[in-house]
Every structure is written in structure tokens, then in C-alpha cells.
């Protein structure tokens, strides 16, 4: 009698077990899609490919506005100023590059025909740094070659640092701009903080508005000093370009005086 009563309720036993194991797996079952449809769509890959059906410069004066006018004001002030200096050098050195091995035929021809004064009416006539520093080694002709060689390496130098002018303008730009967006940065995060201690709690509303306007204003001086950074390689390439050129149309100018002078 007591096996039969214990076999009974082990039966039972199994039954209730085998009954909640049924239980769960419909409930997980049942949870799967929940979950599934309760999953938030795929985002975008990031904030700055999310479209956006308001034009650019709607994009670009909201952003200007939420990194705060009293700092944005500078960094975008340090870009038109330092954009207007570069390409004013820019066009002075495109219109300064000479072909020198075409003003130095000219120039050998003048001294041929006409002497120094026709040699000296060639380089009037031309525009130019190399033009130039032919025409005060011409001046200089009658007092032999070391005189000659004396001028032209002196106003060569002075050449030289009118191909130069405005580059300390650019650099200073290049480094204020990331440093008012730093500047925007601290006062932003100190902002936040102030937030916080307001508010006495840390929840993103409250430091969001201080941290986006850290960023903003730090990503708009990085940009500017970018943008100016290219302009002012390509403008110090441009100089070393014209100098180098300079140098070797100096060397051939005084070659051609000697031969010249011998005749």
C-alpha cells in the first residue's frame, strides 16, 4: 500500500514538472516576439549621416547658434580673415611667377642690341620679383660684377620677404581658432557642472545643452584651423617655389653680365 501511494505521487510529481516546464516554454516563447517587435529600429551609423530636409545653411546656422554667437563669432571671424589674407597671396604670387628662362633670353638679346639701357627697358617692361631683381643689378653695371652680385642678393632678400608678407597673419589665425574653440569647450563643461549643481542630480537633460556647445565650438575651431592649414602649405610651397627660381635666374642674370662685360 505505501509503494503504491509513493509511485502515485512521484507520477503526480513528474506530471506538475513536465506541466511548468510546458508553462515556461510557452511563456518564452511568447516573450521572443515581444522582445522582437519591442527592438528599436537600426539607427543611423552616425549623427552626421541622419538626412535632413533643411538646406545646408539652415544645418550651419542652427549649429552656429547652439555652439553660442559669443565664441562662434570669433572662430568664424579668424576664417574670413584668414581665408582673405590667403588668397590675396595667393593671386600676388601667381601673378609674380615669372618664366625666367624666357626673361633671361630676352634680357641676354636687349644687352646685344641696345646695351644696359635696352636690357634695363626688358625688365621695366616685365612683372615680377626676378624682373625686379634684374633691373637693380642693371642699375648697378657700371660698378663691375661684385657690385652687381652685392644688389642682387640684397633686394633678392627683400624679394623674398614681400613673397613672405601676411604668413605670420595665416599662422596666428590657424593656432587662435582651435584655441577659442577649447575656450568654448571649458566654458561649456563649466556650464554643465553648474547644471548639475543647480539641479542637484546628473541626468543628461541636464548637462546635454553644456556639452554641445563644448563640442560644437571645439569642432568649428578645428575646422577653420584645418581649412587655413591647406591654404597656408600651399602658399609656403608657392614662396619656395618662386625662391628657388629666383636663386637660379640670379645666378644665370650675373653669368650673362660676365659675358658682357668681356666683349
Not at 142 to 164: C, H
Not at 186 to 192: E, L, W
Request: proline residues 3%; aromatic residues 8%.
Amino acid at each position: 500500500m505505501f509503494l503504491a501511494v509513493a509511485g502515485l505521487m512521484a507520477i503526480t510529481a513528474q506530471n506538475a514538472v513536465a506541466q511548468d516546464q510546458k508553462t515556461e516554454e510557452n511563456a518564452t516563447e511568447q516573450v521572443a516576439p515581444a522582445q522582437e517587435q519591442a527592438a528599436p529600429a537600426p539607427a543611423d551609423e552616425n549623427i552626421f549621416n541622419q538626412k535632413s530636409d533643411k538646406p545646408l545653411y539652415q544645418q550651419i546656422k542652427t549649429k552656429f547658434i547652439e555652439g553660442g554667437p559669443a565664441f562662434m563669432v570669433w572662430v568664424v571671424l579668424c576664417l574670413i580673415l584668414g581665408l582673405a589674407i590667403a588668397i590675396e597671396r595667393l593671386i600676388y604670387l601667381f601673378s609674380a611667377t615669372t618664366n625666367t628662362k624666357k626673361l633671361l633670353g630676352k634680357v641676354e638679346d636687349a644687352l646685344n642690341e641696345g646695351g644696359i639701357e635696352k636690357a634695363k627697358e626688358v625688365c621695366r617692361d616685365t612683372k615680377g620679383p626676378v624682373a625686379s631683381i634684374f633691373y637693380q643689378g642693371l642699375l648697378h653695371a657700371d660698378e663691375g660684377l661684385e657690385a652687381v652680385e652685392k644688389n642682387v642678393t640684397a633686394y633678392g632678400g627683400v624679394q623674398m620677404g614681400q613673397l613672405e608678407s601676411g604668413l605670420s597673419w595665416i599662422a596666428l589665425f590657424i593656432a587662435i581658432a582651435p584655441m577659442l574653440g577649447f575656450l568654448g569647450t571649458v566654458v561649456g563643461m563649466v556650464g554643465a557642472f553648474d547644471a548639475i549643481e543647480a539641479a542637484g542630480d546628473i541626468s543628461p537633460t541636464v548637462v546635454a545643452g553644456g556639452i554641445k556647445v563644448a563640442l560644437i565650438t571645439t569642432i568649428a575651431g578645428l575646422i577653420v584651423a584645418i581649412i587655413l592649414q591647406i591654404f597656408y602649405n600651399i602658399i609656403v610651397a608657392k614662396i619656395d617655389s618662386l625662391v628657388n627660381s629666383m636663386e637660379d635666374a640670379s645666378i644665370s642674370f650675373v653669368d650673362i653680365l660676365t659675358k658682357y662685360n668681356k666683349k
